[in-house]
């Protein structure tokens, strides 16, 4: 009887559940429908399938390099954005110094600064200090957005190791460098590339930065906006769209199989995370 | 025997806390040494100290002679086993038997050998592959014992090692760390809260209060001499009668609030005894009940059973005294053909003089 209660109290919610995703993944669902259609309008009915979207896509040169300045972007903001997130996971969960939660608090808050703020303020920082936009200048703005999700993710990893780890590592014989390479970047190694995944697909499709800060060599946000100016290329951009969405798709798997295994890994029980 | 470990003078402040006052303490090679206290006496922030993971601010350590003034923990001759094990969790049983042996420059086949024999020692023989995240708290705990000794330590540092066990479990390794103690002839220093675990277990126990050392003794000197109140009544249960020490013709007596005068002897006391208010400390073996039937004691006190805990092979009265003020708690071993008093009966209560602990100055707290 119970289990039946329960049933009726569920179906409300189970139709507000299902009308929600509906509402979240449907103009996506949307992308790769127009991108196989073999029609320039955008509009039902579909008139075929086709993949010529796809091969248009490969013989435009300013896509390609669009595409590359985008991935050298992401690959670096990915980088320096763990590098700067193992540090300051590590501090805030190892070590008490003063007005620790005012620091961690301002280094978190480009989480919900609104980008376009951060944007501005950039590019008058920049165009003041006479610094040229460039890749640099997104890699830059794409650090500062990007650090606070790895801290998130890496946090999780540092906390739930034993301090006694470390400590055990050091009496055992090894140097505090020794402990940390052997111990500690072993165990939070999950995090750490979930985290370079998640700054990785963060920078790739981050766009008002961009935007602001990209000067001569757009990224590929950025060239897309732009085609959008030409309605029969609008095709192409859903074709390119679909494959960024796939492609996002599976490296937010990767970095969330990563986390979980690190989880498993400890025989740790899983508390959360970003899926 | 010259001391394998001296302290001398140590001091240790967290801030304003005082951690560690003044620690004077030896001890021996070879020797199971325990630190006792309740929870925050400053018996773990020694342990660390003596580990090299807290500095002194002031006095000194030496181990075999050697000052370890400004000798990081991992350049000591010491081991530790953690409260919480600290097992690595992504090695091995035997990569973290090994783990310290890496620096040591042993052939593989050597090492092996050594990390094989460690796991034998402590019973964990042919558990060398198993991930070490899927072992049982009893299990880590063997790996960390193994973990540390087979680095062959001058002194293995264990910090609450059985806190973590359930009490079947606890027991069991209770008498296997002595065993294992005894063959490998390491100096053990314990760090526990439980006077029951260090009793069993050690040589001898330094009672720690408040960052300071209380009493250093052999458990059998702790339980019948104890220095103060404090660690009377810290370790096992002891009963505080109110009265005087007074200086008779034969020399001095106890006068007992509601229990009368009987004899002192000079070993009744830790200092030497000296008219004036005093204390009278009684374990609860000292006092029995006497059932009906049973002949007069030579000191015999009349009253009523104020509550009971039956434990199965004993049972513990509360006994309102008839002119005594505070009850007296009172073992008695559970024989066959003998009653259990229920709350209310009447009680004759037998003692023993000779069980009296002396300790002087005024109330019985």
């Not at chain 2, 967290?14 to 003044?22: I, K, N, T, W």
């Not at chain 2, 073996?285 to 509550?307: C, H, K, M, N, P």
Request: aromatic share 8%.
């Amino acid at each position: 009887m119970a289990v039946g209660q329960a049933r009726g109290q569920g179906r409300g919610l189970r139709i507000y559940a299902v009308l929600y995703l509906a509402f979240l993944y449907a103009p996506i669902v949307l992308l790769p429908v127009f991108a196989f259609n073999d029609s320039t309008i955008i509009a039902f009915p579909l008139s075929g399938f086709t993949t010529q979207w796809f091969v248009e896509l490969a013989d435009v040169p300013a896509l390609h390099s669009a595409v590359l300045t985008s991935l050298k972007i992401a690959v670096v903001t990915a980088l320096i954005s763990t590098l700067l997130g193992i540090c300051a996971a590590r501090a805030a969960t190892r070590y008490r110094f003063p007005a620790k939660g005012g620091i961690m608090g301002v280094i978190m808050l480009p989480l919900v600064l609104p980008e376009i703020i951060v944007a501005v303020s950039l590019l008058v920082v920049f165009l003041q200090i006479g610094l040229e936009l460039s890749s640099l200048t997104v890699i830059l703005g794409h650090v500062l957005i990007c650090t606070p999700f790895c801290i998130a993710i890496l946090n999780g990893s540092f906390q739930s190791l034993d301090v006694s780890l470390e400590e055990a590592a050091v009496d055992l014989g090894e140097s505090g460098w020794g402990a940390f390479r052997l111990v500690i970047l072993p165990l939070v190694m999950p995090g750490i590339i979930a985290s370079l995944l998640i700054a990785f697909t963060i920078s790739m499709d981050e766009f008002i930065i961009a935007f602001f800060l990209s000067g001569s060599d757009p990224t590929l946000p950025v060239y897309l906006w732009g085609q959008l100016r030409f309605p029969q290329r609008l095709p192409v951009v859903m074709a390119l769209g679909t494959i960024l969405v796939v492609a996002s798709v599976l490296i937010i798997i990767l970095a969330e199989w990563f986390r979980r295994r690190g989880v498993a890994k400890r025989g740790g029980s899983d508390s959360g995370g970003f899926l | 025997m010259s001391a394998l470990i001296a302290l001398n003078g140590a001091q240790k402040y967290f801030g304003a806390y005082h951690a560690l006052r003044d620690i004077d303490l030896e001890i021996g090679q070879g020797e199971f040494f325990s630190l006792l206290g309740p929870s925050g006496c400053g018996k773990t922030t020694l342990l660390r100290a003596i580990a090299g993971f807290e500095a002194l601010d002031a006095g000194s350590i030496h181990i075999d002679g050697h000052d370890m003034a400004g000798v990081p923990a991992n350049r000591r001759p010491t081991n530790m086993v953690f409260q919480s094990y600290a097992i690595f969790p992504h090695l091995s049983v035997a990569e973290n038997v090994a783990f310290g042996l890496r620096k040591r420059g042993l052939d593989a086949k050597t090492q092996a050998e050594r990390v094989g024999g460690a796991l034998e020692m402590v019973g964990l023989g042919g558990y060398g592959a198993r991930a070490a995240h899927a072992l049982s708290g009893g299990q880590r705990q063997r790996v960390a014992l193994a973990r540390a000794l087979v680095l062959e330590p001058k002194v293995l540092l264990l910090d609450e090692p059985l806190s973590a066990l359930d009490r079947k479990m606890r027991e069991q390794m209770q008498g296997e760390l002595r065993r294992l103690q005894r063959h490998v002839g390491i100096t053990f220093i314990l760090v526990t809260h439980d006077q029951e675990e260090a009793l069993i277990m050690s040589d001898r126990i330094a009672v720690m209060f408040e960052g300071g050392i209380a009493q250093i003794d052999s458990p059998e000197g702790l339980y019948r001499r104890p220095a103060s109140r404090e660690v009377g009544a810290f370790i096992g249960q002891m009963n505080f009668l109110a009265g005087q020490v007074r200086s008779g013709t034969d020399g001095f007596v106890a006068q007992i609030h509601g229990l009368g005068h009987v004899p002192l002897a000079a070993e009744q006391s830790a200092e030497p005894l000296a008219a004036g208010a005093a204390a009278f400390g009684m374990r609860p073996e000292s006092l029995s009940l006497l059932f009906d039937g049973q002949a007069q004691a030579a000191s015999e006190a009349t009253g009523r059973i104020a509550d009971r805990a039956y434990y199965g092979d004993m049972t513990y009265y509360e006994v309102a005294l008839d002119g005594v003020a505070e009850p007296v708690t009172i073992s008695m071993k559970n024989m066959v053909g003998q009653p259990v008093l229920s709350v209310g009966d009447a009680a004759r209560v037998a003692w023993d003089p000779r069980a009296l602990i002396v300790f002087p100055g005024p109330g019985t707290a």
